[in-house]
Structures are given as C-alpha cells and as structure tokens.
C-alpha cells in the first residue's frame, strides 16, 4: 500500500520545507521504505524555467529533461533518487491539463469548474505511478492560506478524506519567532497558521516548528493544546550548522517514529543513521580550507546557484576540504583589475548565466586564470564565454562573440536550430515559444581517452544534464586547436563540443552541461572533486606577498 505524506507550510515562506521533506525521505529510506517526493507549486508558469533566476532561484533539470523548482535538487540529493519531469507539478500544468480536457470535450457537457475538475486533475497528479512505493511525499509550495494554493489544499484533504487516517499524514512546518523583549519564543502565529489550515479542512497530524533556539516542554504542550495535536507530535526543527545535519537532528526528535506510529508501522528499532553522521563530520572538521572565486551575475541571489553551492561542498567533503566562496559580480571586473578582485583565489569557476550584461567581467577572469595557470572551471555559459576569450585574444578575432548577444562578425557561439536526442532531430527556431524549448536534460558526451577530463572520470561515456540556448561553433575547432584548446568532450555524432580544456595548463576545464545538478553528497560529482583538489594544489604552491600594500601573489 503506498501511503501519502502531505507536507505544508505556514506562519512564513522560506522555513525550509524542501528541506524537511527531503530529510524525511532520507530517513525513511535508511528504514528500508521506498519512497519518492514531489513538489507541488501553486503559480500559473507552466514550469520554473521562464523565470528569472533572481525571482525564483536556480532551475533544476532533470534527466528527462524537466525544469523543475530547486527544491527536487534537495530531493535528489538527500534521497539519491532521481526525479522526473513529472515530479514537480504546477497550477499551470494542472490548468493547461483541464483547458485541454475541456476543448476535446471530455467533460461532456459539464460546467468546468475548480471543485472537482481542477481538484481531481491535483489528485491525478499526486497518485500517478506510485503503486510500487511505500511512500509518496508532496510538499505544497507557497504558504497555507496563500489564493492560489487553495486547490491544492482541498485535494490534499479530499485524498484524506477517501483514503483514511492510516494511509495519508499531514505535516505542517510552521515557526516559533523570538521576541527578545519578551525573552521567549511565541507560538501564537502557529497556533494561527493551524487555525487557517483548520479553515481548509485539514487537521495537522504532525506539527515541525522552526526555531532559532531549543523550546521547553511548557511550550510544547501549550502548542500540543491549542493546536490539537498529540504533545509528541510537536516536533522541534531547530536551525543547523549544515543542511546534512537534518535527518540525524529531525531523527533525534522522533520525527520519523512519530511518522511511522501515525501509520501503525513499526517504529522501535532505530535506523542506521552512520551515513549521515560521516559526512556531517567531513563537513565540521575539514583538514584544509580553500577559496573559490565564483564570478557571476546572480550573486546577490544565492538561490539562483544552490546546486553550484552544494556541488563545491560535495567536492569539498570528497577532500576534507573546507570551500569558501567568495562571490564576484561580474561586471566588477570590467572596472576593478582581476589582480586585486581574483588576488585571493585557489580557484575560479564561472557559471552558467544567460545575457550581455557581465560576459566581459567573465571573459576577464578567465583570461586571467588562463595566463596565470589558476584552476579554472567554466560552466555551461562559462564554457561558451572561455571560447570566445579564446577567440578575441588567442586567435585575435577581436569581434568574435555568441549570437545570444546579437549578430556578431565571428560567431564563436551560435543558436543551435538543430540536433539529435534520442535517434530523432530536434528542432528549433529563432521566433519559436521561450517555454521549454533550451537544449534540456540528459545528453551523451563521448571523451577522448589521454584528456584531463578522461582522467577526471575514468571513462570515456558519460551522461550530463544540459539547459541552454546556444552551442559552440565548431568551424572554429581547428583554429584553437592550434593554439593550445582540446576539445576533450563531443557529443557522439562529433558536432556539439561537450568539455574543452587547455593543453599548457594545471586544471583548465570548461563544460557545456551542468554537472553541479548531479553531484550528490555521498556521490560528488568527479568534475568538483578534481576541481577542489586542484585548487588545493594551488593554494600550496603559492605564497602571499604584500606589495605597496596591494595582495599579490607568485608561484613559489
Ligand atoms: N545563455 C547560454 C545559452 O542559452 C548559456 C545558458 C546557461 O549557462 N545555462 O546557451
């Protein structure tokens, strides 16, 4: 029997249900249960990926090729479970599915309406290919209360209604704010927020408060007491040092036995929590600590780069190495000399991005890491910009630049109108729909053997998962073949350079796809533990020295 785990949210956004959910899942599975998760978002977007990523945070991408919220990168890497298209739903896919069904006229004849029609799309959506599972667990984004999130409420309690107590939880994470005048933590706004969600018709079964510091057990009950739940149901969500920590501190509180008792599953024995205390470990006490220089457009938006954060802490975990990021505007650059604003760095990446503003301050950095052998990795957009730095000051094609910008007298980087997935050919157009239409997900690269990259992954067949407009030129392969590039990654039919990297340099290597959104923490992804290591590798050649009061730094 699958069994639905519904997780909601009040009192305020951003309290980290995406979170919860996942560290939920984790545990779950050390317990031996099969479990996937799905994110449900009340907007109308069709999918996060006409969004900007300053308003919504970074797209995530599936291997089928979904761009899916943020939150399924949680989901991917706390379970190692990788999610689908499917797997995250919005109001517009659920409105787009019912508008269709009416123009075909399936609902013969019937007045189309939000109960039941929209309602039992949600259900539809939620109970789809669960059959093999022992749990499904939803988060519903937004927060409780919000207008467009009250279908999704109401099909979350209509599933309850028809499929019983033993089959279907309700976790509502809600905070407890501090008052420092008042010296405690109030639980007035969640006994609110259960009132709003009471006003929906749905009872919380478990109740995860978030908190900046420890509650007592007189705060417990009174929230046990008015918000109608069993006191061991209230459970303590306190802020952490790091996200890994959650399932071993979520666990500690009884959450997954409260999870369990609700469905009459056995609940004594305790999980194997190791895991997850080891790499919680690594990240407490690293060995070494390293700087890397991320140079981009998003940096007032850390969201916008969550996988990227995480990746590097992967490849830090991987080295016992502690990553400190230092984030760089890039069109900083373009005023500040890269001496004084990269002076610092064991390594510069340059990610992925999309637009003119900037590309110069990026093309900057890279310049620098090239002429002064720094550990570089550029990716996606940072690969297509690492070529055309190539182009202007390598082969001199001072108006060599990337199509997304403009016409441009030498197109390093072009708009990709077509290309092979799957034995089929994708097609595109300049004038075609925004929505959907990047070169997305899942996409064979083919490494040739004797390369860094070939020994960065020890094979020469790899999966990567891409989301762009625009493609590398390959006309000009030759070209900067002659000056020091190899193209050490293709696509299998030899068209689309995948990973370039440079002959005369210690760790050089830009990528068209994004390997940050497969690295995991117990898997970091190869291409961040090289990375990491080889700033490693900087950081002990190099001595500091102060020079009329500036940093500068040379190779011991
Ligand atoms: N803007 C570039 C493109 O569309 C790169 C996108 C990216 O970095 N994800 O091709």
């Known amino acids: 029997m699958t069994r639905y785990i519904f997780v909601t949210g009040g009192v305020a956004s951003s309290l980290g249900k995406g979170i919860a959910t996942s560290a939920l899942a984790a545990i779950l599975q050390t317990r031996g249960y099969k479990v996937r998760i799905r994110k ?74 939000v109960i039941p029609h929209v309602t039992d799309m949600i259900k539809d959506y939620i109970t789809r290919n669960t059959e093999d599972l022992d749990f499904m667990i939803c988060e519903i984004g937004g927060t409780v209360g919000d207008i467009e999130g009250l279908p999704f409420i109401e099909a979350i309690r209509q599933l309850g209604n028809e499929f019983g107590k033993n089959q279907v939880l309700h976790i509502y994470l809600t905070l407890l704010p501090y008052i420092p005048s008042a010296g405690e933590l109030k639980t007035k706004p969640t006994q609110h927020a259960v009132k709003e969600l009471l006003n929906l018709g ?53 959450f997954d036995r409260q999870v369990l008792k609700h469905f009459g599953l056995p609940n004594d024995e305790k999980p ?41 802490t992967h490849g830090g975990i991987a080295n016992e190495t502690r990553v400190d990021l230092e984030w760089i505007e890039s069109d900083r650059l373009e005023r500040v000399s890269p001496r004084l604003l990269l002076a610092g760095a064991d390594g510069i990446l340059i990610p992925g991005g999309f637009g003119e503003r900037g590309a110069n301050g990026k093309m900057i950095a890279i310049q620098y890491a090239r002429e002064n052998k720094i550990p570089l990795f550029g990716i996606c957009f940072g690969l297509q910009m690492a070529m055309v730095e190539a182009a202007r000051n390598l082969l001199g094609l001072k108006n060599a630049g990337t199509t997304e910008f403009g016409p441009c007298e030498d197109p390093i980087v072009g708009l990709m109108t077509e290309w092979q997935k799957d034995g089929a ?49 390959i006309a000009y392969r030759e ?33 068209q796809f994004h390997p940050e959104l497969k690295s995991r923490p117990f898997a970091p992804h190869p291409l961040f533990t090289s990375f990491v290591k080889a700033a490693l590798i900087q950081k002990r050649n190099i001595v500091y020295t102060t020079h009329e009061g500036q940093k500068e730094c040379q190779t011991a």
């Open 40 to 113: 449900f978002d009340p907007y109308l977007n069709v999918d996060p990926g006409t969004m900007s990523p300053s308003q919504h945070g970074e797209v995530f991408v599936t291997d089928d090729g979904g761009e899916t919220d943020l939150d399924l990168g949680h989901y991917e890497r706390f379970t190692g479970v990788s999610s689908q298209k499917s797997d995250n739903v919005t109001s517009g896919q659920i409105y787009q599915a019912v508008i269709q069904k009416e123009r075909r006229g399936d609902y013969l004849g019937a007045t189309v309406q």
């Open 202 to 254: 749905i009872q919380p079964d478990i109740l995860l408060c978030r908190s900046d510091r420890p509650f007592d057990e007189g705060t417990r009950s009174k929230i046990a007491l008015f918000c109608n739940v069993p006191i061991q149901n209230v459970i303590a969500a306190l802020d952490v040092d790091t996200i890994y920590s959650v399932p071993t501190r979520y666990h500690q509180e009884g």
């Open 272 to 312: 194997n929590m190791a895991q997850w205390d080891s790499i919680v470990a690594k990240i407490r006490n690293p060995k070494e600590t390293i700087r890397i220089a991320i140079v981009g457009k998003y940096t007032s938006h850390l969201d916008s780069y969550k996988s990227l954060i995480e990746a590097l």
């Open 425 to 473: 050919t994708e097609k595109r157009h300049a004038e075609g729909l925004m929505g959907g239409t990047m070169r997305l997900g899942a996409y064979p690269c083919q490494i040739q053997p004797g390369t860094l990259a070939h020994r960065v992954y020890g094979e020469t067949l790899i999966h990567e998962r891409h989301r762009h407009r625009y493609e590398v030129n």
């Open 479 to 511: 070209a900067l073949e002659k000056v020091g590039l190899i193209f050490s990654g293709m696509s299998p039919d030899g068209k689309l350079p995948e990973i370039i990297e440079y002959k005369d340099h210690p760790w050089f290597i830009a990528v």
